[in-house]
């Protein structure tokens, strides 16, 4: 899936899928997958390094991710995250921050939230660089939220939502990932938008869903509730680790040659 299939995709029976990937060998596997898209998202803090949120991700973490990722996805589109405070130093550190992610195989970045940083938004776009709005429950966000909490749980914050969306859209974004809002809501800002509205934790009203590819295979602790897990990953791994362990102390492993 190219950017300019991205329109296309904003028709009936038709979803986008994306997964998040952070290194050559899981990014590897998406590349091979049917899925349409690829997301370095700034998740990677959490999932790649322990922290606990995603506010410990720099514009150089995400680059070095972004480059092994890119190595491995020819064949989709791969989307960097612009990470916390990368859109808010001003445009020049901006757009150094773009280019660092573009330099190192982004293809499109995404920015989370729309207030204050309009203008960078509409530079990069302007620069030739899509941009992907990301709205709802935007984790850099969590200190002004009190937590992870879902969005637009009320009349008011579910209609200022409704207009960020529709002003990413003018600005330019391509597309729009919309984070733990009611179903209802994330259905009627998709039915709003020509772009296309990618959820998570925000029902099937919406264009097309993305998930943190270690939350889908289970690899990483208890994920959200929203969060199909298709694999029981980390029982699997475990069982090798195991069975890669227990016959290295039987002398099982490796065989002796013969002769
Ligand atoms: O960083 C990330 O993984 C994301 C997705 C969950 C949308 O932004």
């Not at 998040?20 to 997958?33: F, H, I, K, R, V």
């Not at 509409?122 to 909490?149: C, E």
């Not at 998930?211 to 029981?232: A, I, N, R």
Request: contains cysteine; glycine residues 10%.
């Amino acid at each position: 899936m190219k950017i300019t299939d991205f329109y296309n995709y904003k028709k009936p029976g038709k979803k986008i899928s994306m997964v998040t990937a952070y290194d050559y060998t899981m990014a590897g596997l998406a590349a091979e997958s049917s899925v349409d898209c690829v997301l370095v998202g700034d998740s990677l803090a959490m999932v790649m390094h322990g922290h606990e949120s995603t506010l410990a991700a720099t514009v150089d973490l995400m680059a070095l991710h972004t480059g092994a990722v890119a190595r491995a996805v020819r064949n989709k589109l791969v989307v960097a995250d612009m990470p916390f405070l990368s859109m808010r130093k001003g445009l020049g550190p901006a757009m150094l921050a773009v280019e660092k992610l573009a330099r190192a195989g982004a293809q499109a970045v995404k920015a989370e939230g729309l207030e204050g940083h309009e203008k960078i938004i509409a530079h990069i776009i302007k620069s030739d660089m899509p941009v992907m709005g990301h709205l709802g429950l935007t984790p850099q966000s969590i200190n002004k939220f009190g937590g992870y909490k879902a969005q637009g749980k009320d009349p008011a914050s579910a209609e200022r939502l409704l207009i960020q969306a529709q002003e990413l859209e003018r600005l330019g974004c391509f597309a729009l990932v919309l984070e733990c809002v009611p179903a209802a809501l994330a259905e009627r800002i998709s039915a709003a938008l020509k772009i296309p509205v990618i959820g998570i934790g925000a029902g099937q009203g919406t264009d097309g869903q993305v998930l943190v590819m270690q939350d889908m295979l289970g690899l990483y602790g208890e994920p959200p509730s929203f969060v199909k897990k298709y694999m029981d990953g980390r029982r699997l791994v475990l069982r090798a680790l195991n069975g890669f362990d227990g016959e290295v102390k039987k002398l099982v492993f490796p065989k002796r040659k013969r002769g």
